[in-house]
């Protein structure tokens, strides 16, 4: 019996220890979620996604010339994260068929090419192996993970081919390398948006309890900037609470933060742990406001909290109410294949396909593009990339040399649920 | 101080009844029984499905549903007993084919391991990977929270937590008098104690042994759909967490002892509950903490008996 315990120990040992590690379940279950805590903002939880480019690129392109340019788009089409890939495709899918209806690059048109990343690091890597020496892209929109992008992007920065990251949100992205920039702004420069919106709502606002997922790394970081803001405002904050993106049980955190007496809670984690914890809060009776991290920007939380979502204030970088020529065509052209409004990481993939046309115009006015060899190309479109300045349906974007977003407008949205499972994002700012 | 007290009694009445599904076979057939996690994740998506909620968008049930839908004290029992001939089907596939040929216990144990993640894929493959809840009208009209406190001190307790804990302690005293109680209880522990001679007495151990697993999948699909209705489905991994702190708590209880793992089961749950605020997100080392701490002074565990070699 001694030796059976002993050997189960060790055993027990060894498979914590792979728990540990990211094996490819780990990364799959994980990597949605970071998808989710990045990017997600699905209108409605109970739409499936479905392929809805609004036109063939034969019909459109026929009256363009010359050789098709071919643009890189490597985004997770499978796995967990294929939820939220799905939408960059669409988004990208939209941008290809767009600009070629609108002359593609002075009448040659654009090529883009998806290639499947998966939800993990080895997935991407992949990805932008292939695009880079098979297909030879000018130049590639992706990853969808942030995790992701610090694997794969240096690949791509090595080779000298122009990265824009569509939904990589965490610290230290652009400073890859001189080939990464980023559309999507940076959770430092989003997330305050909900704080000061909850004041609004709520200017009694003094005692904030805050918890997150430590072993997140997004989570982490998007804290940090909470819990600065927090402090800045010049509001209590009370002794942070943390938890595992793997937890279930969270009546230790939320009877604690209800013990805190807090006017305002701010969950940074993921989708099936941070919805739980918002529903154990407002079932053991916490009535306050809630303000969920990015990792709560996705209809899957929906089906965690259900009805007890209802309310959760959550930061975002994209407005389908934005008043602007280019959204409401980019609108118009997601509505004609899908029966929702587009969510954030759609408008961000169209955005990455928008920047490079842009830029390839720019490149083939000054230079003219078929004057420049592959790798010249790549280096004269990275620099283009980062001197322009573009109309998104984002709202007007620039970058900075490091290649970091300059985006202007930040928006705010509550979730507003129908029923059990089905809800939405309403726009409050 | 209370409140700790009633969330530990809770969890730790799950770990309890999920850890009594891996006793059971272990004390038949002295192999631990990896698929057990598997088990209460199927499990509970099954009690989901009776309910008559549907699937979501992301995998190849997508959208579909049972055309009619039970209360849930019904699904989770239909559930469990549909986990229970899981249970059976694993024996079956994984275990009676090794133990015919009079292979290692080793290999059982990783071939119930091989069951565990086909089983945890085949559900990625059917239902997707996203979370999923339980009507709200599962507990029907009783309260989300009740109040242990006073209306000033306020302790709140999920009523699902009580629930667990009650449905949780039932099966405890119905499973110890089955063992304890009946012919069926008394033939298992004997082919427990000695399979050879309890065979040889007449008693039918293949029947057994299967009737054992039926139970172990039983009680893990119960553990898994009051996790399930406490804290959503978060996804066909979600019982490997349940798992390993399973293996804990019998190995803490010691191996094959029933009480065992009752008292190891809810002794985790509070050594969790009690964890400090700020060091919650820890609290799953605490369990295996508590484990090697009781292992150095007792390797038998706490109610184990030590085993006698002989010679």
Known sequence: MRRG????????????????????????????????????????????????????????????????????????????????????????????????????????????????????????????????????????????????????????????????????????????????????????????????????????????????????????????????????????????????????????????????????????????????????????????????????????????????????????????????????????????????????????????????????????????????????????????????????????????????????????????????????????? | MVQNLLNGLAIGSVYAIFALGYTLVFSILRVINFAHGAVFTVGAYLSYVLTGSSFGFNGLLRGQSLPFGLPFPLALLFGAVLAGLVGVVIERLAFAPLRRRGADPLLSLVSSLGVAVALVNILQYLVGAEPYRYPSTALGALPTAVNFGSAAAPVPIRTVQIVIFAVSMVIVVLLTYLIRGTRTGKALRAVSEDATTAQLLGIDTDRLILFSFFLSGFLGAVAGSLVGLSVSIAGPYFGLAFGLKGLAVIVLGGLGDIPGAVVAGLLIGLAEAFVPGQYVAYRDAVAFVVLFAVLLIRPQGLLGRAQVQKV
């Open chain 1, 5 to 429: 315990t002993i050997s189960i120990c060790l055993l027990l040992a060894t498979l914590l220890a792979a728990c540990g590690a990211p094996s490819p379940t780990d990364s799959a279950a994980g990597g949605s979620e970071e998808a989710t805590s990045e990017e997600a903002t699905s209108e409605e939880a109970s739409s499936p996604s479905e392929d809805g480019s609004p036109a063939e690129e034969s019909e459109s392109a026929a009256e363009l010339s010359g050789e098709p340019i071919p643009l890189g788009v490597a985004v997770a089409q499978t796995g967990n994260v294929a939820l939220l890939g799905q939408e960059q495709v669409i988004g990208a899918e939209i941008a290809e068929a767009f600009f070629n209806e609108r002359g593609g690059v002075n009448g040659r048109p654009i090529d883009v090419l998806l290639q499947d990343t998966a939800g993990d690091e080895a997935g991407a890597s992949n990805a932008f192996n292939t695009l880079i020496n098979q297909n030879e892209v000018v130049g590639i929109v992706g990853p969808t993970l942030s995790q992701q992008a610090f694997a794969a992007s240096p690949i791509a920065d090595r080779a000298g081919v122009p990265v824009l990251g569509p939904s990589n949100t965490a610290a230290g992205i652009p400073e890859i390398g001189d080939y990464v920039a980023r559309v999507s702004a940076p959770v430092s420069v989003v997330a305050p948006n909900a704080v000061e919106v909850a004041l609004e709502q709520d200017p009694d606002i003094q005692s904030v309890s805050v918890a997150y997922a430590q072993n997140d790394a997004f989570s982490t970081s998007e804290t940090g900037t909470f819990q600065a803001t927090v402090t800045e405002l010049g509001l209590t904050l009370n002794p942070v609470q943390t938890f595992q993106t793997t937890d279930t049980d969270f009546t230790s955190q939320a009877s604690t933060i209800i013990g805190q007496n807090p006017q305002l809670v701010i969950v940074s984690g993921l989708a099936a742990d941070g919805g739980n914890l918002v529903r154990q809060l407002r079932e053991l009776g916490y009535a306050g406001l809630i303000i969920g991290g990015n990792g709560l920007n996705t209809a899957n939380v929906f089906t965690v909290c259900g009805l007890l979502c209802d309310g959760v204030i959550i930061a975002q970088a994209y407005s389908p109410e934005l008043d602007s020529d280019i959204n409401a065509e980019f609108v118009e052209a997601y509505t004609a294949g899908q029966d929702r409004n587009p969510p954030q990481f759609s408008a961000q993939a169209f955005t990455g396909v928008q920047v490079f046309v842009e830029a390839l115009i720019a490149v083939d006015d000054d230079q003219g593009l078929d004057s420049l060899e592959l790798p010249e190309l790549r280096t004269a479109l990275n620099e283009a990339i980062l001197a322009g300045e573009y109309d998104t349906p984002l709202g007007p974007i620039s970058f900075t040399e490091e290649g970091e977003v300059n985006q202007e407008q930040f928006y705010v949205a509550q979730i507003e649920m129908e029923d059990e499972q089905t809800g939405s994002f309403t726009f409050v700012r």
